[in-house]
């Protein structure tokens, strides 16, 4: 006979797991499908092992200006990759463990084996088929070597097996300067690695404003090499690969390829749910119920292609274990967006991104600061770099967006998503205090100069009048 679930959730990452918090509350008759690792992508291969990278580079890379502060004897340091990576990978096991015995009270209900539908209700495990009258998708994703470099797969290191690198090679080619290219990049560069970095644009770490596009290319640039190009790879050598961009060519151990993960959503039988799927085998959704079509299924986190970040998928579990058990269907508003790279220094997005509101059509004003020259971030960093925009509506100078790439930039971005979140004007955020020296005093000029373009008058005195 033919067993029938209440709730079915196909994966146990971020997203499923979340979801599992809601529905054991309404119901004991649910099953987690799953045969790969436990632990979550963010645990395992994503966020938590990449900090804990980018933290020991930078540690190191801080040397270097030791000398200067006038503390001598830090020439003879150096970095062993084997060690580095052994403690990676330990902090990595910790993290990923955590998840894993959190599920503990709960395992008996995970089933581990692949799971493709049949139709929207019946699922086929394999060696049984089960039922559930409603089901959430949290495949996740994974990264993907494009066809023409199979041949070459063995050189070619994806962020699902960084981690597992038991040591660094000498030369490496970093393809991509997206969020994931920039952390690991600037992180092997600084671990004394001999680094490429390859990118189409001139921009990193998903930056869409022109200005910081440029600021950040270049900024970057000085560090590190980066070719300004079309990635590719030419053949094999003794040990490794030869590796192009627009015409030069050398030689690499291996290449990293940190061009963006795509939705686990191949060979799940999405084509038996009775819906036209799109050219990307996405199937049509809902972003505010995540249900797709009028079906009972629901997709959930990095497998539905909006936001890969953990807060996101978590948030995208809870809409889903909700809308799962509740017996209606409800719409749910997003956090304001949050977005950050773990470079040196940090870039940002919060709310609406430069691009966003211009493709929108939405009217704003722009604020500019800057962090070089700035005393604080000279002794935070070495050296002070970084710039910030920020956007808000031109009427009352109500907070839209900003992009950044600072000092302490991950602390301003929260400060500024919760700004606009909060709802607040830029005459609302200068009655607020500035502290010196922070890093966030260097935000006062951009807020000021949105207030001078506004059409709201600025008041006469930024002090509230006493009693008022």
């Known amino acids: 006979m033919t067993k029938v679930y209440d709730v079915a959730i196909i994966g146990a990452g971020t997203a499923g797991l979340t979801a599992q918090e809601y529905i054991v509350q309404k119901t004991d008759n649910y099953v987690i499908i799953d045969d790969g690792p436990l632990g979550t992508t963010c645990a395992r291969v994503g966020c938590m092992p990449s900090k804990a990278l980018i933290a020991m580079a930078n540690d190191f890379h801080k040397t270097r200006y030791f000398d200067e502060y006038g503390i001598s004897g830090t020439g003879g340091l150096k970095a062993d990759h084997s060690r580095i990576m052994a403690r990676v990978r330990s902090l990595r096991d910790e993290f990923a463990?955590?998840?894993?015995?959190?599920?503990?009270?709960?395992?008996?209900?995970?089933?581990?084996?692949?799971?493709?539908?049949?139709?929207?209700?019946?699922?086929?495990l394999g060696d049984e088929i089960i039922k559930a009258r409603q089901v959430i998708i949290a495949t996740g994703s994974s990264p993907v070597i494009p066809e023409p470099w199979q041949p070459y797969k063995e050189f070619i290191i994806d962020t699902d097996r960084f981690f597992e690198l038991e040591a660094l090679p000498e030369k490496m080619a970093v393809f991509?300067?997206?969020?994931?290219?920039?952390?690991?990049?600037?992180?092997?560069?600084?671990?004394?690695?001999?680094?490429?970095?390859?990118?189409r644009r001139k921009t990193a770490g998903g930056l869409t404003d022109p200005d910081l596009q440029v600021y950040a290319f270049e900024h970057f640039s000085k560090e590190m090499k980066v070719a300004l190009g079309t990635a590719d790879i030419t053949g094999r050598t003794e040990n490794g690969l030869t590796v192009s961009c627009d015409g030069d060519e050398w030689e690499v151990d291996r290449v990293l390829l940190a061009t963006g993960r795509r939705p686990n959503l191949v060979d799940i039988g999405l084509e038996n749910l009775g819906v036209e799927l799109d050219e990307k085998g996405m199937p049509p959704f809902d972003p505010g119920t995540l249900r797709i079509a009028d079906l009972p299924v629901f997709l959930t986190g990095d497998a539905n292609g909006q936001i890969p970040i953990l807060h996101e998928a978590a948030d995208d579990g809870s809409i889903a274990g909700y809308n799962t058990t509740s017996g209606d269907v409800s719409c749910f508003k997003k956090r304001t967006p949050l977005r950050i790279t773990f470079s040196s220094p940090d870039i940002a997005i919060a709310g609406s991104s430069h691009r966003e509101l211009t493709e929108q059509g939405i009217d704003f004003v722009t604020g500019k600061t800057t962090w070089?020259?700035?005393?604080?971030?000279?002794?935070?960093?070495?050296?002070?770099?970084?710039?910030?925009?920020?956007y808000a509506e031109p009427e009352e100078g109500r907070l839209l967006g900003a992009e950044l790439m600072a000092p302490a930039g991950e602390h301003m971005a929260h400060l500024l998503a919760w700004a606009i979140g909060a709802n607040l004007t830029v005459n609302d955020i200068l009655a607020m205090p500035f502290y010196h020296p922070v890093p966030e005093e260097a935000l006062r000029p951009a807020f000021e100069q949105i207030r001078d373009k506004i059409r709201a008058p600025a008041p006469e005195f930024e002090l509230s009048v006493c009693g008022k």
């Open 176 to 199: 991509g300067l997206g969020v994931i290219g920039i952390e690991l990049g600037q992180a092997l560069h600084r671990l004394g690695i001999d680094v490429t970095a390859v990118t």
């Open 97 to 124: 463990g955590g998840v894993v015995d959190e599920m503990a009270g709960f395992m008996d209900k995970v089933i581990r084996k692949r799971a493709r539908f049949l139709a929207p209700d019946t699922l086929d």
């Open 372 to 390: 070089e020259g700035w005393g604080r971030a000279r002794m935070m960093l070495g050296k002070a770099a970084g710039r910030a925009c920020i």
